[in-house]
């Protein structure tokens, strides 16, 4: 079974409407992050969570929102989703008590399409 | 700060042929280096990583990249490759703290 799991992994919504992605993991990290790709830009932070109690707004968290529901979930929404919100989505953990500077562990991400 | 520049959105190499996949990189602290690979629908996946130490790294697949402190660089190579190489190359960089800056993405065409 993969380490993160997202759902949905593909979604197809209206402008206006309220959507919700969803992470969970296996890893045992304190440390969960979302991402948005656009092709050409790289990976971009939403928000991130060093643990259930703290969360933190990336660089583009306009539009956006999270729940750290549980230390093994997070959860993205968008309250009124825009057609510029259309890209693909990762969630990612990473936890620096092994000493593993930050290397990060990927789910295969949601590929969302706002129309 | 820290930043992030790939040079070349697309790279494409015969099979067999050298892959040269470069990164520049800028940081105000000794840098956390990376290299990751997302194969088509497929999240991100580490290929190597530069913490400390010696200065070529090897990673998985037969990829090593060196970190060039003088060039600020970390440039990632591959003798010869395959097709299942194909995918996107991403470069990144961590000052030690929580926050990985990722490049724009390198993708990697092998032909025939």
């Known amino acids: 079974d993969a380490d993160v799991t997202q759902t949905p992994r593909n979604r197809i919504t209206k402008t206006g409407k309220r959507i919700m992605l969803e992470c969970s993991q296996t890893?045992?990290?304190?440390?969960m992050y979302w991402y948005r790709q656009d092709p050409g830009l790289g990976l971009r932070l939403i928000y991130y969570?060093?643990?259930?109690?703290?969360?933190n707004k990336g660089e583009i968290s306009d539009g956006y929102s999270v729940s750290r529901q549980a230390q093994a979930k997070f959860s993205l929404s968008l309250e009124s989703a825009i057609p510029n919100q259309t890209a693909l989505y990762f969630c990612?953990?990473?936890?620096?008590?092994?000493?593993?500077?930050?290397?990060?562990?990927f789910g295969p991400g949601t590929r969302l399409l706002v129309l | 700060a820290q930043s992030v520049t790939q040079l070349g959105s697309h790279v494409s190499v015969s099979e067999g042929a050298l892959v040269l996949l470069r990164c520049n990189y800028s940081s105000s602290v000794p840098p956390y280096l990376f290299w990751y690979v997302q194969y088509p629908n497929q999240g991100l996946q580490l290929l190597l990583k530069y913490t400390t130490g010696a200065t070529l790294v090897k990673g998985i697949n037969g990829f090593e990249a060196e970190f060039k402190k003088s060039e600020t660089s970390f440039h990632l190579t591959k003798p010869s490759a395959h097709m299942s190489d194909a995918a996107e190359y991403f470069c990144a960089v961590n000052g030690g703290g929580f926050k990985t800056i990722f490049g724009a993405g390198t993708r990697l065409f092998v032909k025939a």
């Open positions: 990612a953990t990473s936890d620096l008590k092994t000493g593993s500077q930050e290397t990060q562990y």
């Open positions: 890893k045992g990290h304190d440390r």
């Open positions: 969570s060093f643990d259930v109690k703290d969360i």
